[in-house]
Structure formats: structure tokens, C-alpha cells
């Protein structure tokens, strides 16, 4: 997942189907502002708990946004002389492999708690019925960037909910499926920490040691 | 605050200092891959308690973005005809007023807690020495489109560290500071609520109650 190389910058094609920028503009208190947005989806995520073995499913991936926040400080000072190799060893792409729940973007027209069952299936590999999906709580992620919809879900599995060959991403996704010991769930959220992950992660350990490891 | 109107939408200009998309080029495990991604500043956020009266002192802002998250799938439905008044009325701005904590981007040469110290003046009014800003945890916000740092801190205030006039933000800036009670900010983290606000607000909220609260 971390064999990452040839690592250069272009500008966004105009074409691009997954960004698509613009501005905003409008009058607020009688004065004319605007603002720079990107047009994001709507996503879902779930935080998974296995029952057999009480332990979060989370899954680990290769995240290029994360790797260019860590690169972008360095690619700026050396200007368009970039030497990928060199950027490769001084800044280790596992380095950007974030943990995250499952999760996965609204671009089909089907409801939200079904497209958390699909990401279920095709992240993580678990088969449940919408019924043993709940919801925990809706946010706006991004809300400087792209103001999406996120919806949060919780779900408890079983290896008995697994369907053989599937998880890991689908098309050419590279995604880890790893399980996390409560205990170590604790300890991730030490102060003091530093994470790849997003903070809707980290809102989601925290819901669940809050609101669900009691009766474990 | 939300008096919001004359609502358009306008191609980014390429030379906008805010949004700066493009695109990523790298090989992973053998294989040619590209990512979509837009550059952000880092950040800092301060969750911040006033012991005068064991308030969480909040910010609420008209966020453009997420209002456009509200509208956007209307705006696309009708598509060049956009009647802005229309737009107003049938999603009013109040409803991207978004509740987060003290937060600014880092975009000075000075120390990141330095940055959160600023921010606690400019947006709360409240002038600490850095020594009572303690550091939460590290993060990387939007893992999908921008990867940038994210640094939470905690700080204990009183009524008596506040200057006069100061608070509300810089500029153009239209921010009102809000207090939160704990029992507000446990009901409002109940399962099944639907919020504007971004993630790690909601993180740093649970943070505080889990790690914080106990003692008052």
C-alpha cells in the first residue's frame, strides 16, 4: 500500500469529476463577500464493532491529500526542480497511511444507510442487513472548503457476517482492513497524540468508548 | 449575521489565494494513480472553558460553504436561472450558521500555540498567556481533499482575562461568541442530532466532557 513513487504536481484539469471549484458570492450585514468552495459529496462512515472478538474494524489506506500536506512545505521551496526520489526518502509515504472508520461518498440514489451497507461489504468485507445499522449523528465536514453532509452510523458485526474474498476497496482501491483492541483504542486518544486520521475518527472512538465499551 | 442575500455562483478565479486546486501524480504498487486535492492552510482550535462559569465559550459564523452544501443540489436542479430571493427563501441562511470552537488557520511565522493565542483574543475576546493553552491532540483535517494539520488545544479562562471590545473576529469577519453549558453540550451530542458544525467541534466538545468536565 506504501510503495509509492513518481510523485509529481499538475493543475487540475477542468474536467476533473472530483473537484470542482468556484466562488460564492453574496451580500451579508449589506456588504458584498465572497468565498472559495469545492464541491464535495455528501459521505457516510461506520464505526464497526466485531462482537466476536470486541474489537473496532477500522481500515488503514494511502491517503494523497495527507502525503501533500506533508510535502507541499518542501515542493514549494524547491520549485519545479522536484526530484520525486528525493522527496520519497525524506518524507516516507506509509507515513501518510491514515486510520479511518469505513466510510464511503453519496453518488448513488439509493438511501444513506444503504450506502453504509455497501461500504461495509466492499471496505470491510461484513454482510449486514440495514436493520442492524444505527444512526449516530450528522455533521458538515469541511465546513471552510466544502460544507458536505456527514452522516455517522454504528454497527456491530460477527465473523459470521463475513462474505469470503470481499473488503479491501473495490476498482483500484488498496484499502487495510485492521482491528483495534479497545485498549488500544484508549491509548490512541491519549492527549499529547498525533494522528493521520481525520476528526470525525477520533469523534468516532471517542463516541463509541463513551457510549458503548461499558457493557463490553 | 444572517441577514444573507443576492446569492450567485461564479467559476474560482486562478489567482484566488484561498483555493489553489490541482492534481497529484504518483505510482502505488506498480501502477499509475492521480488525486484531486486542494491546498489549505493548517490550523489550530481551542476548546475553552470560562471557570467564572463553567461555560464553553463557542463561535457561531455564517458559513458560506455549508450553506452551499444546503443548496447546491437546488441550484443545479434549476440551473442557469438561479432567483437568488428564491434561493433565500427556500433555505435561509440561519441555517449555515455554524456553532465550532475558536479556531484560525496558520498563516504567520510565530509558534502554532502563539496562533491559538491570537485566535482566543481576535474571536473570543480573551487574553491568556500561552503557558495556560495546553495542547489536545494532532489531527489531519478534510483526508480526502486538502490533509492539512490540524492542531486542538484546551484553555481554562475567566471574566477577568477578558479585554474590552476585542472578540467577534478581524476584518470582515461576523462572529458571535456563545456560551454552552455542560448539560447543553451533552444534549446536544444525543444520538440522532443533526449539526452544522464540523467534526472536530463535536470531537473536542466529547473530549472535554470525557476528560474535563468530571471536576466542576
Redesign the interface.
Known amino acids: 500500500?506504501d510503495?509509492?513513487?513518481?510523485?509529481?504536481?499538475?493543475?487540475?484539469?477542468n474536467d476533473?469529476p472530483?473537484?470542482k471549484?468556484?466562488?460564492?458570492?453574496?451580500?451579508?450585514?449589506?456588504?458584498?463577500?465572497n468565498?472559495?468552495?469545492?464541491?464535495?459529496h455528501?459521505s457516510v462512515a461506520i464505526i464497526t464493532l466485531n462482537k466476536t472478538r470486541n474489537k473496532l474494524v477500522v481500515v488503514k489506506q494511502?491517503?494523497?491529500?495527507?502525503?501533500?500536506?506533508?510535502i507541499?512545505d518542501y515542493l514549494n521551496s524547491v520549485g519545479s526542480e522536484v526530484d520525486s526520489e528525493k522527496v520519497i526518502e525524506m518524507f516516507p509515504p506509509k507515513n501518510?497511511i491514515?486510520m479511518?472508520l469505513c466510510a464511503g461518498i453519496v453518488d448513488k440514489d439509493i438511501s444513506l444507510v444503504e450506502i453504509a451497507r455497501e461500504e461495509l461489504i466492499e471496505e470491510c468485507g461484513y454482510d449486514v442487513p440495514v436493520n442492524r445499522i444505527?444512526?449516530?449523528?450528522?455533521?458538515?465536514?469541511?465546513?471552510?472548503?466544502?460544507?458536505?453532509?456527514?452522516v455517522m452510523y454504528y454497527c456491530e458485526v460477527t465473523d459470521d457476517d463475513k462474505i469470503n474474498g470481499a473488503g479491501g476497496g473495490v476498482d483500484?482501491e488498496?484499502i487495510d482492513v485492521h482491528e483495534l483492541s479497545i485498549e488500544e483504542a484508549k491509548e490512541m486518544?491519549k492527549?499529547?497524540?498525533?494522528?493521520?486520521?481525520?476528526?470525525?475518527?477520533?469523534?468516532g472512538i471517542?463516541?463509541f468508548?463513551?457510549?458503548k465499551a461499558q457493557n463490553l
Chains 1, 2 share one sequence.
Request: net charge positive; hydrophobic share 35%.
Open positions: 500500500m510503495k509509492v513513487s513518481n510523485v509529481r504536481v499538475g493543475p487540475l484539469p476533473s472530483y473537484m471549484p468556484f466562488r460564492l458570492y453574496f451580500k451579508q450585514n449589506g456588504k458584498e463577500k468565498w472559495d468552495l469545492v464541491k464535495a455528501d494511502f491517503r494523497p491529500a495527507v502525503y501533500y500536506g506533508q507541499c501518510a491514515t479511518e444505527e444512526e449516530v449523528i450528522r455533521f458538515r465536514s469541511g465546513v471552510g472548503t466544502t460544507g458536505s453532509l456527514q483500484d488498496l486518544l492527549q499529547g497524540t498525533e494522528h493521520t486520521s481525520p476528526p470525525g475518527f477520533l469523534f471517542l463516541w468508548l463513551t457510549n
